[in-house]
């Protein structure tokens, strides 16, 4: 193919990728709307995705395009033949950093799935200023995390709005029931920010960092804390426990806010944690929890922990995805009457590691391939950059529904 892409998948070799390969050519098919190629180090593993995906002698078959996550020159070959990249090649802080400045210098849009909150940190700092110059918005986090918390957020708001005229200036996200594992690529992620954190003091004062996400010069807003073990929640009428995710969701949603120019207050904050059926089950996933984290915070616990846990490129056959769901209740507490609010519930169809994420994620990669996103070029959010746009696409295409459910 000669002219410019719209789109060039990175990673579709890997189990992810693949999905949202399948995504992308259920939607728009090999020669149609969409012009779009599948990229990673690997030309045969290439030619037997696109051989899985179109059969063996396809009447238009997907360009296949070589690059390796190291090498900078091919990379930047890469971003400069397309309108937008979407990498699934974790983890981001081993594999991702050179792709991205190469996307921020030829101003070409990306899109990825890190959750890994010390890396994004160090793509604002070092990219931040190219991609607002070249024009390139960069847009982590497409996946569960976070834009069920973050897209949940802003359409919560747009809805107080309407309701009530104000924005909520505190937000609790809870998740409710759910089906499905995390997957071997946000394992390893984790792991490897886990790592990074047990040998280096300056990624531990990261991660306590509740605004690190924030833009450079904004002053943090009100002092939060992690929830540390179980806690009775008395909007919901239930115990909640810690939710692995909210480390990185909260961070994003507070971003989104400043991104937005804080439209939901200076003072806002959003919370995040797990329901729990009882006190006896909140505090039962609280300590296998905090153990497992302890566990992982040593280089022996990481080594003893590794042959339990998913690799990356593994995941469930179909029918345990499409089999998967969840579920994430987002309510909003009116700023001058706390008795008055809203909530909304954002539920996906298929499991929130695999299934769900893949479409999310194709769905965020289509909105800046096919220039639906109006924001200039820089490190963005989901909300920030592709709402508007972007949850329609959700509701419609990748079974995400977002619904209000009682306004008190």
Not at 177 to 182: E, V
Not at 319 to 331: M, P, S
Request: glycine fraction near 12%; charge should be negative; include cysteine.
């Amino acid at each position: 193919m000669s002219e410019r892409y719209d789109l060039i998948l990175f990673g579709a070799t890997g189990f992810t990728g693949q999905l949202v390969a399948e995504h992308l050519l259920d939607r728009y098919g090999s020669d149609g709307e969409l012009r779009w190629a599948l990229a990673g180090r690997s030309h045969d593993k290439l030619e037997q995705v696109r051989q899985q995906l179109q059969g063996h002698a396809p009447a238009a078959p997907l360009d296949l395009l070589v690059a390796d996550s190291a090498d900078e020159e091919a990379l930047t070959t890469l971003a400069g033949q397309t309108n937008a990249v979407c990498s699934t090649v974790g983890p981001y802080a081993q594999y991702g950093s050179k792709l991205v400045a190469a996307c921020a210098a030829q101003g070409t849009d990306y899109c990825d799935l890190t959750g890994e909150v010390p890396w994004i940190a160090q793509m604002i700092a070092a990219h931040q200023s190219t991609a607002e110059e070249t024009g390139a918005r960069i847009v982590h986090c497409c996946g569960f995390d976070s834009i069920p918390s973050d897209l949940g957020t802003w359409f919560l708001q747009q809805a107080m709005m309407e309701h009530f005229g104000v924005a909520a200036t505190r937000v609790r996200g809870r998740v409710g029931k759910t089906r499905g594992a995390a997957s071997g690529g946000t394992v390893a992620s984790l792991m490897g920010v886990m790592e990074e954190a047990s040998r280096d003091p300056a990624t531990r004062r990261a991660l306590r960092n509740k605004y690190l996400l924030y833009p450079a010069g904004e002053a943090a807003g009100p002092k939060v804390r992690d929830q540390q073990g179980p806690r009775f929640d008395p909007r919901f009428e239930k115990w909640t426990t810690p939710f692995v995710m909210a480390l990185i969701n909260e961070r994003v949603v507070r971003r989104s806010n400043a991104l937005l120019g804080f439209p939901w207050g200076r003072d806002f904050n959003y919370d995040e944690s797990q329901l729990c059926s009882s006190r006896g089950q909140a505090l039962g996933i609280s300590l296998a929890m905090g153990a497992g984290m302890a566990t992982a915070s040593t280089g022996l616990g990481r080594k003893a922990l590794k042959p339990l846990l998913p690799k990356p490129g593994e995941g469930p056959d179909r029918d345990a995805r499409e089999k998967g769901f969840f579920e994430l209740f987002v309510d909003g507490e009116h700023p001058d009457d706390p008795t008055k609010g809203l909530r909304v519930r954002v539920y996906g169809d298929r499991d929130p590691g695999y299934g769900a994420t893949s479409r999310m994620l194709g769905e965020a990669a289509s909105v800046l391939a096919l220039g639906e996103c109006s924001v200039g070029g820089g490190i963005w959010t989901p909300a920030s950059a592709l709402a508007q746009p972007l949850l329609p696409r959700l509701e419609a295409h990748a079974g995400i529904s977002f619904t209000v459910l009682d306004a008190s």
